[in-house]
């Protein structure tokens, strides 16, 4: 099992930009593909973007495309989220999740952290 704690979340202006980061400990050779996922209240968690630990492979949603950048740093077992030019429609709880498959979807995810809310103000 793979245990995940996400930080960095918090308020932000529209345009802005906001780091977060997800730190992995445990069984973590055995999720090679690490990602984020959000969920906005009444509606269902999404996937944001993913990357393969190894290949460095990245996928992402299209409404982040060209804003978010996803990147990840082995030797600390950590996975970050850059997040520019965030829109209030960014606004969600957002979730680390480790996983085997590429591209990562929900139903393939085999760890999750507990979420960081973020909210972007107008």
């Known amino acids: 099992q793979v245990q995940l704690v996400e930080s960095g979340g918090g308020l932000v202006q529209a345009g802005g930009s906001l780091r977060l980061s997800c730190a992995a400990s445990?069984?973590?050779?055995?999720?090679?593909?690490m990602g984020w996922f959000r969920q906005a209240p009444g509606k269902e968690r999404e996937f944001v973007a993913c990357?393969?630990?190894?290949?460095?492979?990245?996928d992402y949603a299209d409404p982040v495309k060209g804003r978010f950048t996803i990147s990840r740093d082995n030797g600390k077992s950590t996975v970050y989220l850059q997040m520019n030019k965030v829109k209030p429609e960014d606004t969600a709880v957002y979730y680390c999740?480790?996983?085997?498959?590429?591209?990562?979807?929900?139903?393939?995810?085999?760890?999750w952290g507990q979420g960081t809310q973020v909210t972007v103000s107008s």
């Open positions: 999740a480790a996983g085997a498959s590429f591209p990562m979807v929900k139903n393939s995810v085999r760890s």
């Open positions: 445990g069984r973590t050779f055995s999720s090679n593909v």
């Open positions: 990357i393969n630990r190894w290949t460095l492979s990245t």
